[in-house]
């Protein structure tokens, strides 16, 4: 089961946190509240969108809040000041051995707990590029290079590569008309379809 969605830097929430209930949960809110903002963070953190794939090294920075980023340009642009994406994903998975993997207090709270994070954060490799883009720039720079990010997945208690999706698909209904109901089962997996959200409840295990 999805517990609860943690967000930080992500689009418009500079912080968020999302109780989520067993059974049918419902995200009511005007347009541009941030319904599909939790989705999205769902979908992220859960599927690995962009795993090993370096041309999606750059996109997640189009995610980045923009306060976050304004803040960033107005400091003094050390690599320390570099603001980062989290997203968390705290689960219910149950005390199988198997499950055990994703239990740690590799998570924001740094609370034992079953988990998912995923971190946008600056790649330390490309220290001394970032370092000299600053010094040609300086008071001009009016950009963050996302080109020097990556994108991590962990459970928390380790390193991740893939979800593994091994159950049946649900279906929900969402339009703009309508709030959106979510079936919280033993983990979600999301994917767009047409005019619907499809939800698939899964198992969880490393590769």
């Known amino acids: 089961m999805l517990n609860k969605i943690k967000l930080k830097n992500f689009k418009k929430f500079q912080q968020g946190e999302f109780q989520f209930h067993t059974g049918t949960n419902i995200l009511i809110g005007a347009n541009d509240a941030g319904k599909s903002t939790i989705l999205k963070a769902i979908d992220i953190v859960l599927s690995q969108t962009g795993t090993d794939d370096w041309r999606n090294r750059s996109a997640y920075g189009t995610l980045m809040n923009n306060q976050a980023i304004q803040t960033f340009l107005s400091s003094d642009k050390s690599v320390a000041n570099l603001p980062k994406i989290q997203i968390e994903a705290w689960l ?116």
Not at 168 to 185: D, F, G, K, M, W
Not at 192 to 200: D, G, N, P, R, V
């Open 92 to 207: 219910d998975l149950g005390t199988d051995l198997n499950n055990a993997k994703f239990e740690g207090m590799n998570n924001s709270k740094q609370k034992q707990a079953q988990g998912v994070l995923f971190e946008y954060m600056f790649d330390e490799q490309f220290t001394i590029d970032f370092d000299q883009m600053v010094a040609e720039s300086g008071d001009e720079m009016s950009f963050i290079p996302f080109e020097f990010y990556k994108a991590t997945w962990r459970t928390f208690s380790t390193m991740i590569r893939r979800l593994v999706i091994l159950s049946q698909h649900i279906q929900i209904n969402y339009s703009e008309r309508c709030p959106l109901a979510i079936e919280t089962v033993s983990g979600l997996h999301l994917k767009k379809h047409s005019h619907k959200y499809l939800l698939l409840p899964y198992l969880l295990k490393t590769a």
